[in-house]
């Protein structure tokens, strides 16, 4: 079965400093996998997603992934972070086209002034 | 991207009474459509698959008889909560894919609100 881990409920960093959120998944099979963005009290925003093309997917607000399949990880990155970028994280996983994802549980991420 | 627009994005109701949410796609039309619950500080966790002409799919442990879930039209589905209960104060989000680029996307609303009293 498909599940998703998100390592850290909560990740703080200081404004300026590299941002790094863990998503690792398991899958049976080759997974399209999502990172989406959520801001308080509204719903979820795509940042980028892995579709078996590039393993380095750039999405939007300067957010980055890699896929590695030896470490069945999906990491999303930024250089320096933002005050803006203050927001839940959700990492998803989906294994074909029957449209449903997986959850990961969500990381806050907190930025420092 | 796609837009997926939500009413109310936020309701306030008394318990016994039953509460209309409606999930519309702007810009594209949609066969399929999902809804979301999400409790404070958690992921989201699918209720059920809403499909046009079709009956939903609900997912274990969620009550079709208490969700119901109607997609009329390839641009609507309604989630109607039925005699609420406070337990089922909660973020409702729905969301609609669009294929492209070898893969189908899903798009979200900005979620309803629901506190019952």
């Known amino acids: 079965a498909q599940s998703v881990t998100q390592l850290g409920s909560h990740v703080s960093v200081s404004e300026g400093a590299l941002v790094l959120l863990r998503c690792n998944y398991s899958s049976s099979v080759p997974p399209y996998l999502f990172w989406y963005v959520q801001y308080p009290n509204q719903g979820l925003q795509l940042l980028l997603k892995?579709?078996?093309?590039a393993t380095l997917v750039k999405g939007i607000n300067g957010f980055e992934a890699e896929f590695k399949k030896s470490e069945t990880s999906f990491h999303l990155t930024k250089p320096s972070a933002h005050m803006s970028d203050a927001a839940e994280y959700f990492c998803a996983v989906s294994e074909g086209s029957n449209y449903q994802l997986i959850w990961g549980a969500g990381t806050k991420l907190i930025i420092k002034p | 991207g796609a837009v997926v627009s939500q009413h109310p994005s936020w309701v306030i109701c008394k318990s016994g009474t039953s509460v209309k949410i409606e999930c519309r796609s702007l810009?594209?039309?949609?066969?399929?459509m999902f809804w979301y619950r999400q409790f404070p500080k958690q992921s989201l966790m699918l209720m059920a698959t809403s499909n046009e002409g079709s009956k939903a799919t609900y997912e274990q442990g969620v009550e079709k008889d208490k969700f119901l879930i109607n997609h009329a039209s390839l641009t609507l589905s309604t989630l109607t909560v039925t005699s609420a209960h406070p337990e089922d104060s909660s973020f409702y989000i729905c969301?609609?894919?669009?294929?492209?680029?070898?893969?189908?996307?899903?798009?979200f609303g900005p979620g309803t609100r629901l506190t019952v009293l």
């Open positions: 810009d594209f039309q949609a066969t399929t």
């Open positions: 969301s609609a894919p669009v294929a492209g680029g070898g893969t189908d996307t899903q798009y």
């Open positions: 892995y579709t078996s093309a």
